[in-house]
């Protein structure tokens, strides 16, 4: 086993994209189970970015629940096909796909993920929820897509997409789901001015409570009661005035972000209150300034949670 210190230090030179030398690759590769390894229910991180914003390091927000080889795909940021397939994931496994809100960093790539797994031999229907309008934006991409995808139905004969989604949207706290493989809940969030859900993944080995984007939200908290995994988006607010600089043409970023994401301290307050095992970091704000270290977000989440912290970054399995 490694330390928690040695592995935040793997972790960041992996991130960085530096190559690994052979011990540093076997602690990382220890650390981090492979997808070709099917025991259990597994939790992927495939992008952990707040902000659409394209950068080298990270991509936006989504994850994967994988049970039995099923999929169920939580937030649909830009690449999260392209991520599924890095995280040796079938596209054809997928199952269900839940948007915890609609921002464009969580539902980009929400239409292209399904188009791309009817391409990658998806046959069996996916039932999709999420808050409105994700009807009608189910409907306007097939619209907006209608001249491409008629094309190759009729000229090759591929399978229509339409048949294959099932939308529900969701508009109350309470189950989602239920299946085979797992039971899904939601509670609202705190993410003004849009109605926002969070979500717990209830399978046979496991349960998982994934925030989506909020500020500190004391139904979350509730919901997420004996998860053994809860993933929370982190934001570090010292850093949030270096992030306006950067962009400012966003006037009034910085209260808003106070008032609609957590500070990592708070997230840590969270997980214990909680009583999670692990607490993961995800959606970081800001997700691309390398001056805020990987021990930076997990000392200010431990100063409130003692147990494992782990910060997150993308195709990271859990
Ligand atoms: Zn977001
Ligand atoms: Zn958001």
């Known amino acids: 086993m490694i330390s928690r210190r040695d592995f935040l230090s793997v972790g960041t030179v992996a991130a960085a994209g530096l190559l690994l030398s052979p011990k540093i690759k076997k602690a990382y ?11 259990g229910s597994k939790l992927i991180l495939l992008g952990t970015m707040a902000g659409a914003r394209i950068n080298k390091s990270r991509i936006s927000c989504s994850q994967v629940v994988v049970v039995n080889n099923q999929l169920y795909v ?15 994931c079938d596209l054809k496994k997928l199952k269900a796909v839940f948007i915890t809100h609609h921002h464009d960093d969580h539902n980009l790539d929400y239409g292209n993920l399904l188009h791309l797994a009817r391409m990658g031999g ?12 994700l009807k009608k934006m189910s409907e306007l991409y097939l619209e907006m897509n ?3 995808f008629n094309t190759y139905q009729k000229q090759l004969g591929m399978v229509t997409l339409k048949p294959l989604i ?30 926002a859900f969070g979500f717990r993944f209830d399978t046979p080995d496991r349960s998982i409570t994934i925030s989506g984007d909020t500020a500190v939200c004391p139904e979350l908290v509730e919901m997420a009661k004996g998860s053994d995994v809860l993933l929370h988006e982190a934001m570090y607010k010292p850093a949030l ?3 306006v600089k950067r962009v400012p043409q966003y006037k009034g970023l910085v209260r808003w972000l106070v008032k609609a994401h957590t500070d990592v301290e708070d997230v840590g307050k969270v997980a214990h209150e909680a009583g999670v095992k692990t607490l993961v970091l995800t959606h970081m704000v800001p997700g691309d300034n390398p001056n805020i270290t990987e021990e930076m977000w997990a000392e200010g989440a431990g100063k409130y949670f003692k147990g494992e ?5 993308d195709l990271m399995v859990i």
């Open 74 to 88: 939580v937030d649909c940021g830009y690449g999260v096909a392209r991520q599924l397939v890095l995280a040796d």
């Open 166 to 195: 099932e939308v529900h949207e969701i508009a109350r706290d309470g189950l989602v789901m239920e299946d085979e493989n797992v039971k899904v809940s939601c509670v609202h969030v705190v993410h003004p001015p849009i109605p």
């Open 146 to 148: 209608d001249y491409s």
């Open 29 to 39: 590769a220890e650390q981090v189970p492979s997808m070709k390894d099917n025991q």
């Open 309 to 313: 912290i782990i910060v997150g970054k």
């Open 122 to 133: 998806l046959r069996e229907k996916v039932q999709t929820y999420g808050p409105y309008p």
């Open 241 to 243: 005035m270096n992030l």
